[in-house]
């Protein structure tokens, strides 16, 4: 079982920066991480994914060049760092984590098997 719990989110002005942690319990390191946002009566959206070595990243285009994840292994932790926030990325912000992903399967919430509680993310005009 893993066990995911994200922190780090809150009130940002548009232009603004912040870093999300996701904490994981358990051995995640052959686990690939994933975040994904939802604002309210939209569905779940792919932001970014890891692999488990950290070797490779994938972004949704919309993130592309201001968003960053990366993790930590010895430390089960996972962060996204968002730089130059908009008003419309105001969501809850989830970690996720799986393995036997490949390719485009990351970016599909789908197929991920664990997911945390969400934190919120408030991106003020």
């Known amino acids: 079982q893993v066990q995911l719990v994200e922190s780090g989110g809150g009130l940002v002005q548009a232009g603004g920066s912040l870093r999300l942690s996701c904490a994981a319990s358990g051995r995640t390191f052959s686990y690939d991480m994933g975040w994904f946002r939802q604002a309210p009566g939209k569905e779940r959206e792919f932001v970014a994914a890891i692999s488990w070595s950290g070797g490779t990243t994938y972004y949704s285009d919309s993130v592309k060049g201001r968003f960053t994840i990366s993790r930590d292994n010895a430390e089960n932790t996972v962060y996204l760092q968002m730089n130059s926030l908009k008003p419309e990325e105001t969501a809850v912000y989830y970690c996720?984590?799986?393995?036997?992903?490949?390719?485009?399967?990351?970016?599909?919430?789908?197929?991920?098997?664990?997911w945390g509680q969400g934190t919120q993310v408030t991106v003020s005009s």
């Open positions: 996720s984590a799986s393995r036997g992903l490949y390719g485009s399967s990351r970016y599909a919430a789908g197929l991920y098997e664990y």
